[in-house]
C-alpha cells in the first residue's frame, strides 16, 4: 500500500560520492573485506542524502553496481564477459558499452544479487534508527527486467535472438523477485527501459506478456512499479521520446505503479497520467536528471499542482525522471531536496 498521497520516490540508482569512484577504478588495489567495507559505507552515505532530502522511500542507491544492470551480468553463468567495449573515443555512447558472447546455458545458481543489497540497506536502516521514526521511510529495490538484461548479451546457436534470450532470463529474474519478496522487500521496481525505448518497433503487447510472466509469482505479494524510460546514458536518450506507442497495451502491466519520465520532456504527454491514475498510480518525473539546472521548490510546486489538473493526490507520486547515476551528486542531493520542499508546499496547501 501507498503510505500516504504524493509521495516522494526515486528510481534506484544514486550518485557514487568521489572516493567510491576513484575505488572502482582501482579494485584489483582492494581485498574482498576492503570492498565490503567500501559497499557498506557507500550505502550509509546514499541513505544519508536520501533521509537529508525527507524523501517517503529510499533504495541503497545501487552502490554496490557498476550500473544499473551491467554488474548482474557477473552473476549469470554462460557468459563470457568482454574486457572492454568495442569503442572508447568519441562523445559517450551506447556503443561505448560492451556486449557479452554467450558461452552456454544462462543460469545464475548464486541469484543475482539483489537480495544481498536489500539485506544490506535493511540492516543499516535498522542500525541508523529509521523504523523507530513516526513515518520511517520504504525501502525500495530495484531490479532490471529480462528484456532490458537480454539487449547487452550476444545471440548464438542456442539463443538465435534477443527473444530467445529473453525468455531464458525471465525465470531467472521472477526468481530473484522470489527470492527479494521471501527476504522482506515490500517495494520493488522491475526496471525495462528498454521496452520503453523500443516499443515504436516492436509489439508492445508481447512486452506486455514478458513483463507479466516475470512478475506473476510476487504480484500482490509487494508493492510493484516500472519505470518507463527513454535511455539515460550520459544523459541520452536512445528512442523515440513518446508515450503513445506504449500504449494502451502498457495500462494492462501487472503493477501498483507505473513511472513516467516528464520533467525532461517538458510534460509533453501530460494527460497519459490521468488515463494511468484510472487503472493504478502514477509516478511523474518532475526532476530532469538530464540536466544540471536545478529546479527550484517553486518549480516543482508548479509541476505538482499540473499533475493534480489531471490525477488525483491519492494516486500521485513524484521522482526524479530517472536513476541519478549518470547526475553528478551535488547536482543530485539538491534536485532531491528541492524535489520535497516542491512536494511538502502543495501537501500543505491541500491538508494532506
Known sequence: MKERPLRTTVIGSYPFAGWLEFAAQHLDQFGPDDIAELQEDATIVAIADQLAAGLDVITDGEQSRLDFNLSFYGFIEGIALESAPRRNFGPPAHDQRGKHAVTGELKAPRGLGAVEEFQRLHRLAKALGLQSQGFPPA?????????????RLIP??????RWALTEALLPIVRAELEALVK???????????????????ED?????DIFNRTVESVAGKCRLSTHLCFGNYKARAVGPRRYAPMFPAFFDLNVDEIHLEMASREFAEIEIIGEIAKRKDVAVGVIDAKSYYIETP?????RVRLCLKHAPAEKLSFAPDC???????????????????GVNAVRKELGV
Not at 508492445?204 to 506486455?208: A, L, R, Y
Not at 536513476?323 to 520542499?341: D, F, I, N, P, Y
Request: hydrophobic content about 30%; some cysteine.
Open 204 to 208: 508492445p503487447k508481447k512486452f506486455v
Open 183 to 201: 527476504a522482506g522487500c515490500r517495494e520493488i521496481c522491475v526496471d525495462e527501459p528498454s521496452m520503453s525505448c523500443y516499443a515504436h518497433r
Open 156 to 161: 548464438n546457436d542456442r539463443y538465435k535472438d
Open 323 to 341: 536513476g541519478l547515476s549518470q547526475t553528478a551528486r551535488w547536482a543530485a542531493k539538491q534536485k532531491l531536496v528541492h524535489m520535497v520542499e
Open 139 to 151: 525501502l525500495k529495490s530495484s531490479v532490471p527486467g529480462p528484456y532490458t538484461l537480454s539487449g
Open 298 to 302: 517553486k518549480d516543482v510546486a508548479d
